[in-house]
């Protein structure tokens, strides 16, 4: 019995040393051909990954890529076994990231030992807003139509101007996150700060009428169809319209964008740790940063991605515009997320 | 007068069933309308007829993979189901089992549930279980939900069954197989094939459930769809639908020919 | 014309202390003893509830008995399945094969037996000519009245040539008319393929009309058996007494070898032995009004109700009970007066003596 368990132990240790010895030596894992499994998008985004992304992460990783495009990962993660998890690498927004990581599915930190290129990211990239990794983010401003006589907006006041009642656009806040960044902004625009909700029940309340939708997916088509003039939404929804003729535009408030973090994260129990980690510093690559950047006008979160004049223009991509970003507090948001819900169901039924 | 008076009233019956009938097709002439507008998104009056969504649609690897999947899965449900439902059906109606009515609760049970959280269950059962997630999950999940349809529709049939039609057959000699081969299957026929119809169409159509249980390289065609609107909401999207709706109707027309459902309806 | 069938060779029929009790504590047949002859129609008949169906089902197999024995033509067929007793059954609710034709109806059992095709065809032809339904053979039973149906019924239980026929209520759900024309139809097939057939019905005006024998049932009981003349003139029980037709009954005891009403008069019958309570049964029809004085009973007639062959007089006794008095209709239009008194009388063998259980 007591030599059972000291054997135990002692490949419990062997086990250990082999894990370090495989960080020392990345080149040990690669021979084993092991198995990445992700989330990701898709659209644009997935085709770009599948077709050219990850290829040459597999190649240059010698392993296999296995990539989930079908919502929603959380339940997913959630179910399966906490030392088996059906994902290695959990791609999210950074409010969902939040909530895997309050459940614990996600590691609580990650550093520039687990993923050196960290070191070249934006401050935000990896503030105490978020729970993993950024990679990219979208800026949250005002998406509006150039053919109705506005003039661009350029306060998110803007929005609650009375001409615009029953034609400007939100979303279903329960259920978006677009929807609860601006909730939270609207409490720092109208009253003490962004956490002032009480605040921010009355604003929402002052933009009666307006149309909601679920996701910005559905904004940009209502955009398109002038059913909204102007409407809450990411750059990047209004920018992949473009060389398409289409009469919208975005603008961001002079009070800042909230920023729309794309979030990598590594689940504990996963058996590949050490390839999800170089996967993440991977995507950190200024060419693949540049290449997904250009794809679907994402920002990159690495400081060291030249992108082509277009995309530079309008991009977050220097200190100064990064300066422009909002953070949002999701664990905060989230623990008082049904109470907010209730009341917030209150004020758009009505 | 008298006649005048029926002219009329049958003309109300035509009209509400005109109504009811647009009801139903409006959404339909919505989505052909969107799947050969040529505008990514839905304009009306339309700008132009455009073929570009059906052949974005059809050019797709993954459209035309989880299409595939879907069908494949479907068949695959409407046998187990069928034979499921109506097996489980006649010995509920027939078995004089004991607890008879708490069986049927249980068997229509993934009916009052909501779908989701039977995908969500089956998931995390497969999941300790460790078989992670095979095909034969996503046609059992569909099964599960599939059942009742194929239950229902025979219980329906066997609940006014005139159980001496099969005593007569067997006074003149026919031994119990044969009494079911030859009297009670073809008298339980169409609720059974009806049964199967709502099978396929629950499997072909089924969200929930399959949200769950697909894999990333097999994903049925609603889940396929459903991710791809929230990237690109155009009209593939639209014309996939149409393509589905299509499909749709023609394996009832099949299933219709092939075992004349029409023709057993008729008594 | 297709050539008649051949008769089948009947069979008797004997249940021996058959018994069936129901989940429930229902005896729905209790201990019933009976011999149907070969060739015999055979009438149950009684009451609702009271196991005709229970007891026609032990017989042709549908229900086990939980004891005694169904014996039919010497061979014990207590434990043989349905399919192997080879009897033909009629149920009243038809039960055609809704999705066959009529031709593949009668077909069925000789296709189970697997005769061959040029015999079967004739044989279908000619039990549906039997009941008189040819040129339908290509209709759906939903395309037929329900006499129609009735008659495919019978052309396919009686196509396989059975020893034994048994019919429930066959006509219950006919109309008046087409009841009685089919009974007569009926009956002659009966005769004509000589088979033994056991009826069930609760009319008993059919059972009277059609059958050579009776069973009157009870409550799971056989209570008398005998022929319709017998059942009727010669009731055993007060049941099956009152069960069948209309019937005045008096009160009183057997003494001395005669009747003693309960109000001390002493009634003619003929000499009765023993002691004790009884009942006097006398049939209204076998009563005669005569003149006051004239007859057993003196009373007076407080109501004439005209039924067209006959008149049936209720005559009220003087401490107030009622005898039921049929008469032919004389014919002169003329009904005797209410109110007036008159006599009452029988001759002493039409009275019956019911001894008190
Ligand atoms: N399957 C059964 N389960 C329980 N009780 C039954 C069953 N079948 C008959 N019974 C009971 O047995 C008794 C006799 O029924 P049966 O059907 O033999 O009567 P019946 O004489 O044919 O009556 P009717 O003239 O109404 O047809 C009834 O009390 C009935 O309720
Ligand atoms: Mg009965």
Redesign the interface.
Known sequence: MAARISRRGLLGAVGTATAFGVIGRPQVAQAQAATLKITTWGGKWGEVMKGEVLPAFEKEFKCKVEVDQAFPYLPKLQASAKNAPIYDVLHANSNEQWRAAVDGLVVEKITQNEVPNIKELYPYAVSDKIAGVTIFTSAIGLGYRTDKGLTPPKSWKDLADPKLAGQRGGYQIPVNSLGQSHLMLLGQLYGKGMTDLDAAYKALEQLKPIKLVDFTGQMEKMLLQAEVVMGVIHDSGIYRYEGQNQPIEFAAPAEGVLSLEQVLNVTPGSKVKELAYGYIDYMLRPDVQKKLAEAVWYSPASKSVKLDPKYDAKLYNTPEKVAQLIQIDWKWYNERKDEVDARVARILRG | MRGRRASLGQRAYLVANGAILFFLLAPLAVVAVFALNP?????FPPVGVTTRWFEKFFASAEFMGSLRLSLEVAAAVVVLATLIGAAAALALARGGLPGTRFLTALFLAPLMLPAILTG?AL??AL??A?FGRPTWALVVGHTLVAVPYVMRTTLAVLSDF?R??E??????????L?VFF??TL??IRPGVIAGSIFAFIVSFDQFPIS??L????R?TLP??L????????DGAIAAASMVSILLALAVVIVIDRLVGLRA?MR? | MPPPLPTASPASITLERVTKRFPGGVVAVDKIDLIVEPGEFFSLLGPSGCGKTTTLRMIAGFEAADEGRVVVGGRDLTHVPVHHRDMGMVFQSYALFPHRTVAENVAFGLRMRGVARPEMAARVASALAQVKLEGYEARRPAELSGGQQQRVALARAIVIRPPVLLCDEPLGALDRKLRQAMQVELKELQRALGVTLVFVTHDQEEALAMSDRIGVMNSGRLEQVGAPADIYDRPRTRFVAEFIGEINLIEGRVHDGGFIAADGRVLPVSSEKGEGAAALALRPEKLRIVSSGAGVIDGVLSDASFLGDQVLYTVTLADGRRLLVKERNPGTGALRQNGSTLGVRWEPRDAVILRNA
Do not use: H
């Open positions: 505008t990514p998104f839905i304009q969500l998931f995390q999941q300790l460790g005139d001496r039609i005593e007569a057959a067997a006074s003149l000699g026919a031994p119990p044969r030859e009297v073809p008298i949200l769950f697909v894999t990333p390289s994903e889940v396929v459903f991710n791809y609107m929230k990237f690109d909401l057993t008594f």
